[in-house]
C-alpha cells in the first residue's frame, strides 16, 4: 500500500491524492461513456448515448461532446454497441447494428458518420476515446 516512484536518490513527502482528483487526471488521457466499473465492450445500456430520431435515409452525421478535454484535440476513438458490444457499430431502435465511419474529434467533441437504409430511427452507442503518450 502507499507506494510513491520517484526519480533520484531524495526521497519526497508521500502524495495522497483523493480518489476524484486521480480520476481527473487520468480523464486527460482516456475516456469512456460506460460505467467507471464497467469494461467497453460490455454489453451494458448505462451511460449510451443517443441521437435522437434521424428522418432521412442516407448518410448521417452525429456530434456529442466529452465531459473534460483531453490532452489531445484528436484522440483515437472506438464506438461500440450497447446491445451486442461490437467495436466500430451504433445501434439502430430498428435492432440493427450500423457500422460508423469518419469517427473525428476536436475541441472537446466527438462525432462520427453511419449509412443507413432507414429512416425514423433512434441511434444509440457507447465510446471511448484515448490520448496516450
Not at 45 to 67: A, E, K, L, Q
Request: charged content about 15%.
Amino acid at each position: 500500500a502507499q507506494v510513491q516512484l520517484e526519480i533520484g536518490s531524495v526521497a519526497t513527502d508521500f502524495e495522497n491524492r483523493s480518489f476524484n482528483e486521480e480520476l481527473d487526471l487520468c480523464e486527460s488521457y482516456y475516456q469512456k461513456s460506460y460505467a467507471l466499473s464497467v469494461f467497453p465492450g460490455a454489453i451494458n445500456v448505462v451511460g449510451i448515448v443517443y441521437t435522437g430520431r434521424v428522418s432521412y435515409v442516407g448518410d448521417n452525421y452525429f456530434m456529442t461532446y466529452m465531459p473534460k478535454r483531453m490532452r489531445t484535440t484528436t484522440p483515437t476513438l472506438t464506438f461500440y454497441s450497447p446491445d451486442t458490444g461490437t467495436a466500430g457499430r451504433c445501434r439502430g431502435s430498428d435492432g440493427v447494428d450500423y457500422v460508423v465511419s469518419n469517427a473525428n474529434s476536436g475541441a472537446g467533441r466527438i462525432s462520427f458518420n453511419w449509412t443507413t437504409t432507414s429512416a425514423n430511427i433512434v441511434y444509440y452507442f457507447h465510446w471511448t476515446a484515448e490520448a496516450e503518450l
